[in-house]
């Protein structure tokens, strides 16, 4: 999904941590202020953040018209959005994200989402390599993102390694390669998007982030 396509979609941030504060800036920047000519807002015009109360402060003390805040989460909750937009940390197995979906609210991130805008026509992601597993992920995304620098290349060095990949939705000048580190959440967003990298490294997968996938098996697929 890009983010064009969330134009007249009920929507919700769920997470308000760095991730959650890009793809806020992210949509902001895109669409926000866009104004059909039958002068009708042709994005959402309330977005509305699912937060921590002690969050709430912080978020209502922007200013910022278009954004809604909602403390108190529940499944049926997130069922009144067509879209949620999720910080990698929270589970999408969660009993209210389930219900939810089974509602047909559809649940995406910033991943997905830059990796869409990202993507060409065939959803192919030329000069991207992702690099994911259990251990190791960020030695090697570095590693790699060193070598291509050495040769040459401006290499954009993102994702799980700190910089979240919607805080590198436009850049000036656009680099000849991205470096992508992807933890275990992420790679699931990639997959659902339909989109794919032109290189895929899997380190290795030991049995870890449990609490997150529900089970060792959901964690391998």
């Known amino acids: ?10 929507v919700a941030l769920w997470g308000w941590g760095r991730e959650g504060r890009a793809a806020y800036h992210a949509l ?28 709430a402060e912080g978020i209502l003390a922007l200013g910022d018209a278009h954004l809604r805040v909602e403390t108190e989460l529940s499944g049926e909750l997130l069922a009144s959005f067509d879209v949620v937009i999720k910080s990698p940390g929270i589970s999408p197995y969660k009993p209210e994200a389930q219900h939810a979906l089974a509602q047909g609210t559809q649940f995406i991130g910033g991943t997905s989402l830059w990796f869409s805008e990202h993507a060409d026509a065939d959803g192919a992601l030329p000069n991207t390599v992702c690099v994911t597993g259990t251990k190791g992920k960020s030695t090697t995304t570095s590693l790699l993102a060193h070598l291509l620098r050495a040769a ?16 590198a ?17 992420q790679t699931g967003e990639v997959a659902r998007s339909g989109t794919r990298p032109d290189v895929a490294i899997v380190l290795n997968i030991f049995p870890e982030h449990l609490d997150w996938h529900g089970s060792e098996q959901r964690y391998i697929d």
Not at 179 to 185: F, G, H, K, N, P
Request: overall charge negative.
């Open 152 to 167: 040459g290349h401006r290499t954009g060095l993102i994702g799980n390694i700190g910089l979240p990949l919607l805080e």
């Open 169 to 185: 939705l436009d850049p000036k000048p656009a680099p000849d390669y991205w470096a992508v580190e992807l933890s275990s959440y």
């Open 1 to 10: 999904m890009r983010i064009s396509q969330l134009e007249g979609k009920r």
């Open 28 to 55: 902001r920047d895109r669409e926000w202020g866009i104004v059909s000519s039958d002068s009708q807002e042709r994005f959402p015009a309330r977005l509305t953040v699912l937060c921590s109360a002690a969050e």
